[in-house]
């Protein structure tokens, strides 16, 4: 059943990451999809520092992804934009974010569907604009 709701800002949309987070164990990997400043890398921010990230946390739009240390173990950070077509890519090139003990956020999963593996998905979020500072999130299953 997808869970709805409304953020009027920022702060809320972190606070909506930190939620999920509490839901999440060692090896889940959780998609976050939406148009470009949706809030994707915001509510992953929201997430990483409720599960333990205190240095800064930035968008990974220029590389394909960071890794933190989290209070209970790894966590990866991805966004995969850039990858879209880029079948001659290496195909171990995202493994270390994967490593099995990692919780993993993937922004635009969408743009290459085989670079995760679907089995660990445990969330789907899609974030959209409700138009000014308003984001609606959806959260699946
Ligand atoms: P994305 O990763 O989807 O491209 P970001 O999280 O990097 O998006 O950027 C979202 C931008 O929108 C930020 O500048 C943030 O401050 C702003 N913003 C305004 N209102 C909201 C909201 N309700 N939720 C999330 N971000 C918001
Ligand atoms: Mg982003």
Redesign the pocket.
Known sequence: MTKTEL????E??ERAGAELARTLAPGDVVLVS??????????VRGALRSLGVEGPIT?PTFVVGHMHEGASGPLSHLDLYRLAGMSGEDPGLLDPFFADDAIVFV?WPEQATDAFPAERVKHRVR?SHTGG???RIEVDP
């Open positions: 953020t009027a800002g920022p809320a949309t939406g148009d470009l400043g949706a809030g994707k890398t915001t509510f968008s922004e974030l500072d308003g984001r």
